[in-house]
């Protein structure tokens, strides 16, 4: 069965305090993995697109990696606005997408 | 680049009645827009797909005759929810795909309220 699984659920580091957040995906024929951002009531903001596995992204305090298997998103000396939640989707054959439930990260001043 | 709106950014509305949600892409063609739907503290759950000029593709346990998508142009894909009742109050999200093997494009959402 395709299916995307974020863990974990919820993640509260102090500001400073580097973490990863892990993507792990059953789809067949993928075509890309994504990660974005959403703050509460907004709609999810484009972050990252990852093809191919040992493909790598960054941006500011963001690294996003890839394998066969999972991805994960690196945090970097987090700061308070980096809280949100982080989905990931993976976008595989016939033109599907898959998302997981998210990791709510909440980041302590 | 790669814009996408939704009108209303909220709405209540009376049960009984019909609601429309607009989702535009604003600076690019959409060939393809995707309905979502999100309770709190959930992800995404995908609707149905739809692409310009054709029948949408609705999702297993989404009722086509209660939500109602037409996409009119490139640009334009509207969702209404016809006959609304309390439980279909949620958070009601679009994107779109450039159709360039990228990501979809999320719109800011709209929430809707059904007293």
């Known amino acids: 069965e395709d299916q995307v699984t974020q863990s974990p659920e919820a993640l509260r580091l102090q500001e400073g305090e580097s973490s990863s957040l892990n993507c792990s995906y059953t789809v067949s024929g993928l075509r890309g993995l994504f990660w974005y951002r959403q703050d509460p009531g907004k709609g999810p903001e484009f972050l990252f697109t990852l093809y191919s596995a040992g493909e790598e992204k960054e941006k500011e305090r963001l690294k996003a990696t890839l394998t066969k298997k999972e991805s994960f998103l690196h945090i970097t000396a987090p700061k308070p606005e980096d809280s949100a939640t982080y989905l990931c989707?993976?976008?595989?054959?016939?033109?599907?997408?898959?998302f997981g439930t998210g990791t709510s990260l909440t980041v302590i001043p | 680049g790669a814009v996408v709106s939704q009108h209303p950014s909220w709405v209540i509305c009376k049960s009984g009645t019909s609601v429309k949600i607009e989702c535009r892409s604003l600076d690019f063609q959409a060939t393809t827009m995707f309905w979502y739907r999100q309770f709190p503290k959930q992800s995404l759950m995908l609707m149905a797909t739809s692409n310009e000029g054709s029948k949408a593709t609705y999702e297993q346990g989404v009722e086509k005759d209660k939500f109602l998508i037409n996409h009119a142009s490139l640009t334009l894909s509207t969702l209404t929810v016809t006959s609304a009742h309390p439980e279909d109050s949620s958070f009601y999200i679009c994107?779109?795909?450039?159709?360039?093997?990228?990501?979809?494009?999320f719109g800011p959402g709209t929430r809707l309220l059904v007293l």
């Open positions: 994107s779109a795909d450039r159709g360039l093997g990228e990501t979809q494009y």
């Open positions: 989707a993976v976008h595989g054959k016939g033109n599907q997408f898959y």
